[in-house]
């Protein structure tokens, strides 16, 4: 029955305007796309004005544009393995695009959204040859593509957010940056192999980061706290839950950290979820938890015959499964083994598990490896929170692009002035002329269910 409707529908739109057309399968000219999935009313507007009804199958040329009616959406399969969801009210113009398997130097893409939003993952494109290759333009931003899947919404005074509250579209936020690398530092993303990680980099929750020797990295998380992985350290950011974020394990408002050492030593500094809920804020090893209670504190982990007073040279390249050692620099910590009652450790103060099903106790002295550590105290590293992980609260949208990245990388580009977008980031470009970060994902793009992932995956059939 719904069928019969569709196909009525259409044959009384053919029959007020008989100069409408539906789109071919078979084009005159070199198709670049092909409709993969329509549902509901969609039309293009081809180069020399002709109007059709685009259908399934139909195939699309440079110059088309495709606009999509109330309720209404189409999925566009490009050549070059590209796939472009465009949502209803929307209307996206065909500017340019050449393509061939055998010319990475000649590939050229340029989409020019006119109203609405689309979601699009690049194909090859997007992938190989000139970074410059892939363009997508907005009013007066234009986005740059590298092999990435992406969402755009352009705001002409029509981006009220009215999408379900449980609807989410976002990537896993950015956790942390490096902010200074020294020496080869490497990362593992989402249990991936390891890269070498460069200064300025993303980190997420889940990633696993390894040092080797003579080499450190300082990290600045997104609520203000920082680490210093020391050499030869091994450690995962388990859970990282910004306090500004409404996902994941922790309420809003409060976020959560959980860093698990495996190797090596870190120096830690907290941000706000440790000064705000310092329950929140945990480092575990195999033998031992510490609990933060806003504060700054060196933590390493020793063999489990070394002396309270071990050096550097006696605790050497050690995994975390025999002894830790920490001192509280700032505030207090607690220390529990697997066993016993926590250990709360003042400033000046150092504390010890030594092995598994031990409890933690005091030290009297000062290990001399906390009195020898020469890589920098992270709470001395300046970072401006803004520029690294954007703003919090999201500029006036009514007019202007927005943004989101939900995998790879992504330039947004106005006036001259540009900035780098990684994955789980948005950034808005306005009436300013200065685009900016965004530190979550506006909901109109998060909650928007024509941009969700699934869209790529959908028939399309009328509901």
């Not at 399934?56 to 796939?83: M, P």
């Not at 931003?141 to 379900?164: F, H, M, P």
């Not at 995994?319 to 016993?340: F, K």
Request: proline residues 5%; hydrophobic residues 40%.
């Amino acid at each position: 029955m719904k069928n019969l409707l569709t196909s009525w529908c259409v044959l009384a739109i053919l029959a007020v305007c008989p100069s409408l057309v539906l789109a071919q399968a078979t084009p005159l000219v070199a198709s670049v796309a092909t409709a993969a999935a329509v549902d509901g009313t969609v039309f293009v507007t081809r180069a020399g004005g002709r109007q059709a009804i685009l259908a399934r199958g139909s195939s699309l040329q440079v110059g088309d544009a495709i606009n999509t009616t109330r309720n209404s959406t189409v999925r566009l399969h490009f050549t070059d393995g590209g796939e472009t969801v465009v949502r209803p009210e929307s209307t996206l113009v065909v500017q340019k695009y050449q393509y061939q398997k055998e010319s990475p130097a000649q590939d050229n893409i340029l989409l020019q959204l006119l109203k609405g939003g689309i979601r699009a993952l690049t194909g090859t494109i997007g992938k190989r040859g000139n970074v410059d290759a892939y363009q997508l333009r907005a009013n007066t931003a234009t986005v740059g593509i590298r092999g990435t899947d992406y969402s755009v919404r352009l705001c002409q005074q029509d981006c009220d957010d009215k999408g379900e509250a449980t609807h989410r579209n976002s990537a896993t936020p950015v956790a942390a940056r490096a902010v200074q690398v020294r020496g080869v530092v490497k990362v593992s993303h989402n249990g991936g192999a390891l890269v070498a990680l460069a200064e300025g980099q993303p980190l997420y929750s889940g990633d696993v980061l390894q040092t080797q020797l003579d080499s450190h990295v300082v990290l600045v998380f997104s609520d203000g706290a920082r680490i210093t992985v020391n050499p030869s350290t091994r450690m995962g950011i388990s859970e990282y839950i910004n306090p500004t974020q409404t996902t994941g394990s922790a309420p809003a408002g409060i976020g959560s950290m959980i860093i698990d050492m495996f190797k090596g030593g870190l120096r830690f500094a907290t941000g706000l979820i440790g000064k705000t809920h310092p329950d929140k804020v945990k480092v575990r090893t195999a033998t031992a938890t510490i609990g933060i209670r806003g504060t700054v504190f060196d933590v390493v982990c020793a063999p489990g015959g070394s002396a309270d007073s071990a050096s550097p040279a006696d605790l050497g390249d050690m995994p975390c499964g025999e002894s830790l050692m920490a001192q509280t620099r700032e505030g207090t910590i607690t220390l529990t083994g697997t066993q016993g009652e926590p250990v709360v450790l003042p400033a000046g103060q150092s504390g010890r598990v030594n092995g598994p099903d031990v409890p933690a106790r005091a030290l009297q002295v000062t290990p001399n490896y906390f009195k020898t550590l020469s890589t920098p105290e992270p709470e001395k590293i300046q970072a401006n929170l803004e520029g690294l992980f954007g703003l919090q609260t999201a500029p006036d949208t009514e007019s202007g692009v927005l943004l989101t990245v939900h995998e790879g990388r992504v330039v947004l580009a106005q006036a001259e002035k540009d900035i780098l977008l990684d994955a789980g980031e948005s950034a808005f470009a306005g009436r300013e002329a200065i685009p900016v970060r965004l530190q979550t994902v506006p909901p109109i793009l998060d909650r928007d269910p024509f941009l969700s992932s699934g869209m790529f995956k959908a028939n399309m059939c009328r509901r």
